[in-house]
């Protein structure tokens, strides 16, 4: 169990507690001002869009204010991978991947989704599903 | 596709279509001039020919990923360059029409290349289909 007393509930203590949850396993995500527990386990990938970075779960969509090069760091013990420049994927989500026409990949995910694996993320995938990472 | 792999797909796509042109050669041949006689010289066309025509697929190797409409071009540039290049490369025997001959080697060509980048395709559905199999193992041992 771990405390964090302060004066005020700043953004920067909110990010820190949004930082010492990720560790646990959890991520802190929003929708529509209510801020939400994620299970890093229902996470089905996380996107970033126009500066903003969405986590994105089987029926939902939550707003998250952490930094995406974080979170791939943090997450990527727990098989999150990045496949394209805003994109971070888990791959217990994944349950095929097939090929594009452009050299690159199409995981289909378990909710039924497709998200492209980017070319330039093809080595690092090779690399994690052989167990390098 | 890292430039190794491109390498390595190019050196496969090069016996593929050694291959590929040689039992052309011997079907167009069989059909247009039965009654010729090859040297052992000849043998090297299917050779030469192959590694000219692997050259232009360069086209197709970009560092920035290209759209599928950009890829999509980039195919057919590869295909028309090669077409030209085999037609100048290869002529007819003396007594063959070359329109007919043209006609046909165009074709043969258009069927050779289909074939390759379907054995391309193929290959890339083998990879990813490893990539499904590593997956699920990788999943079952969480």
Partial sequence: ?????????SDEVKEIIAFVKSRNGQLTGTVDDTMYEIPVSDIYYIEAVENKLFIYTKSKVYETKQKLYELEEILKEKHFLKI??????????????????????????????????SRKYVPELKKALKGDT | ?????FIISRLQLFCFLVTM????????????????????????????IAAACVLPT???YFR????????????????SVIEVLVLIMVSPPADVD????????????????????LMMLYQRYLQS????????HLQKSE
Avoid: D, W
């Fill in chain 1, 1 to 9: 169990m771990l405390e964090i007393h302060c004066h005020t509930l």
């Fill in chain 1, 84 to 117: 394209s420049k805003s994109m971070l994927l888990n791959l217990m989500k994944v349950s095929s991947i097939k090929p594009s026409l452009n050299s690159r990949f199409i995981a289909v995910l378990y909710s039924g989704e497709q998200v492209i694996i």
């Fill in chain 2, 1 to 5: 596709m890292t430039l190794r792999e």
């Fill in chain 2, 21 to 48: 042109i040689l039992v052309t050669s011997a079907v167009l041949g069989a059909v247009i001039a039965p009654e010729k006689e090859l040297r052992y010289y000849h043998l090297f066309s299917p050779v030469i």
């Fill in chain 2, 58 to 60: 360069i086209i197709t």
């Fill in chain 2, 64 to 79: 920035k990923e290209p759209t599928i409409p950009e890829y999509i071009i980039r195919l057919i540039a590869e295909l």
């Fill in chain 2, 98 to 117: 070359i329109v007919y001959f043209r006609i046909m080697l165009g074709i043969s060509v258009f069927v050779i290349y289909v074939l390759a980048t």
């Fill in chain 2, 129 to 136: 289909k490893k990539f499904t199999r590593q997956l699920r």
